[in-house]
């Protein structure tokens, strides 16, 4: 008995220096922390999304058809409160970033275009219910992650469905560490909190599908031995998900 305790203690050390933490309370855990098990990897990936050290990697190399690279769960839902862990393992470039306003629009120059600035990036994000309109970014832009693109940058959604679909606050911590996203859902109504802060509070997305299942995007190219700026070089755990 001493023995099993003493192993079960050594196995609870080891999870917590990696960072894996137990599945909370009433959620089911859509990583075992061992293979894609819960996931379909996209047909013609050939490795690119793995399991590396315990988490789920990607190296934004699918070799995958065209809109066919993203990694997403075996199984539809509803309504859900989502929880994981993510992190950019690298920004591989820079790109040219609009200054987004708290109204979802953007800063505009004499010219009344976007000023651009090259920043280093990378870019990736979390799909709901199969939608890829309804993307949750992943990325290094100053307005930060979890802000809606599909929504927040379409001119013909009304303007209080672009405000709220813009961050309240940038919560991203530094690149390399990680980051934490709760994801509540229920009907087209979607609230988010980065590292226990609320950027997006009861957005609506018109229009979303009533169903469907979670995406983790590719996104960039590798081309010439290098990665554009905007490639998804990011990493996933701690995924569980709640049924509402």
Same mark, same amino acid.
């Given at each position: 008995?001493?023995?099993?305790?003493?192993?079960?203690?050594?196995?609870?050390?080891a999870s917590a220096a990696?960072?894996?933490?137990?599945? @909370?309370?009433?959620?089911?855990?859509?990583?075992?922390?061992?293979?894609?098990?819960? =996931?379909?990897? !996209? @047909?013609?990936?050939?490795?690119? =999304?793995?399991?590396?050290?315990?988490?789920?990697?990607?190296?934004?190399?699918?070799?995958? @058809?065209?809109?066919?690279?993203?990694? +997403?769960?075996a199984k539809d839902y509803?309504?859900?409160?989502?929880?994981?862990? +993510?992190?950019?393992?690298?920004?591989?470039?820079?790109?040219?970033? !609009?200054?987004?306003?708290?109204?979802?629009?953007? &800063?505009?120059?004499?010219?009344?275009?976007?000023?651009?600035?090259?920043?280093?990036?990378?870019?990736?994000?979390?799909?709901?219910?199969?939608?890829?309109?309804?993307?949750?970014?992943? +990325?290094? +832009?100053?307005?930060?992650?979890?802000?809606?693109?599909?929504?927040?940058?379409?001119?013909?959604?009304?303007?209080?469905?672009?405000?709220?679909t813009t961050p309240k606050?940038?919560?991203?911590? @530094?690149?390399?560490? =990680?980051?934490?996203?709760?994801?509540?859902?229920?009907?087209?109504?979607?609230?988010?909190?980065?590292?226990?802060?609320?950027?997006?509070?009861?957005?609506?997305?018109?229009?979303? !599908?009533?169903?469907?299942?979670?995406?983790?995007?590719?996104?960039?190219?590798?081309?010439?031995?290098?990665?554009?700026?905007?490639?998804?070089?990011?990493?996933? &755990?701690?995924?569980?998900?709640?049924?509402?």
């Amino acid at each position: 008995m001493k023995t099993i305790r003493s192993a079960t203690l050594a196995l609870a050390l080891a999870s917590a220096a990696l960072g894996h933490a137990a599945t @909370p309370a009433g959620f089911v855990s859509l990583f075992n922390g061992k293979d894609l098990t819960h =996931w379909k990897i !996209p @047909p013609g990936d050939n490795g690119h =999304w793995k399991v590396l050290d315990g988490v789920i990697d990607y190296d934004a190399r699918s070799e995958a @058809p065209e809109r066919q690279k993203d990694l +997403w769960s075996a199984k539809d839902y509803r309504d859900f409160v989502l929880k994981l862990d +993510w992190r950019i393992k690298a920004t591989p470039g820079t790109y040219a970033m !609009p200054d987004v306003l708290p109204d979802g629009t953007y &800063r505009l120059g004499a010219d009344g275009k976007p000023i651009l600035t090259h920043r280093p990036n990378a870019d990736s994000g979390i799909y709901l219910r199969g939608s890829t309109k309804a993307q949750l970014n992943i +990325w290094c +832009w100053p307005i930060g992650s979890g802000e809606i693109y599909g929504y927040r940058n379409d001119a013909t959604q009304p303007a209080e469905v672009r405000r709220a679909t813009t961050p309240k606050v940038n919560a991203d911590k @530094p690149v390399g560490e =990680w980051n934490s996203f709760e994801i509540t859902l229920r009907g087209d109504r979607v609230t988010i909190l980065l590292n226990g802060k609320t950027v997006i509070e009861n957005a609506q997305l018109p229009g979303i !599908p009533a169903t469907g299942p979670i995406g983790f995007q590719h996104h960039g190219t590798f081309k010439d031995g290098k990665y554009d700026g905007a490639s998804a070089l990011v990493q996933f &755990r701690n995924i569980s998900i709640k049924e509402l």
